[in-house]
Nanobody
Framework: QVQLVESGGGLVQAGGSLRLSCVASGTIFSINRMGWYRQAPGKQRELVASIASGGSTDYADSVKGRFTISRDNAKNTVFLQMNSLKPEDTAVYYC???????????WGQGTQVTVSS
C-alpha cells in the first residue's frame, strides 16, 4: 500500500504562485510515475503533470510554461511549482502515484487551490 499526503494549497491572486508538495509512504519501491491531477466543480478530473522515477515529465497543454513538476526520490516527495496562476486553475489538486507493475493508481486526499481574479 502507498499513502500520499498533499500540502501547499491555498488562496492566491491571479498572477501569483503556489507550490504543492506530496509525500509518499508505504511500499515506495512499487511506485513508478507520480503526478498531479485536478478537478474543478462540474468537471472531470484531469492530468496536470506527471514525472517518472527516471525524471521524464509530461504536462497538460494548459499549464506548459507555467507549472513545473519535480521529484525528490530520496525524500519520496513530488512537487508542483505553479506560477502565473489563472482563475481557471482553481480546483482541488490530487497527488497520484502509479504502481510500476499493475498501473494501479493511488490518490491523496486533495488540496484546494483557489485563484482570485
Amino acid at each position: 500500500q502507498v499513502q500520499l499526503v498533499e500540502s501547499g494549497g491555498g488562496l492566491v491572486q491571479a498572477g501569483g504562485s503556489l507550490r504543492l508538495s506530496c509525500v509518499a509512504s508505504g511500499t515506495i519501491f512499487s511506485i513508478n510515475r507520480m503526478g498531479w491531477y485536478r478537478q474543478a466543480p462540474g468537471k472531470q478530473r484531469e492530468l496536470v503533470a506527471s514525472i517518472a522515477s527516471g525524471g521524464s515529465t509530461d504536462y497538460a497543454d494548459s499549464v506548459k510554461g507555467r507549472f513545473t513538476i519535480s521529484r525528490d526520490n530520496a525524500k519520496n516527495t513530488v512537487f508542483l511549482q505553479m506560477n502565473s496562476l489563472k482563475p481557471e486553475d482553481t480546483a482541488v489538486y490530487y497527488c497520484n502515484a502509479q504502481h510500476r507493475w499493475t498501473n494501479y493508481d493511488y490518490w491523496g486526499q486533495g488540496t484546494q487551490v483557489t485563484v482570485s481574479s
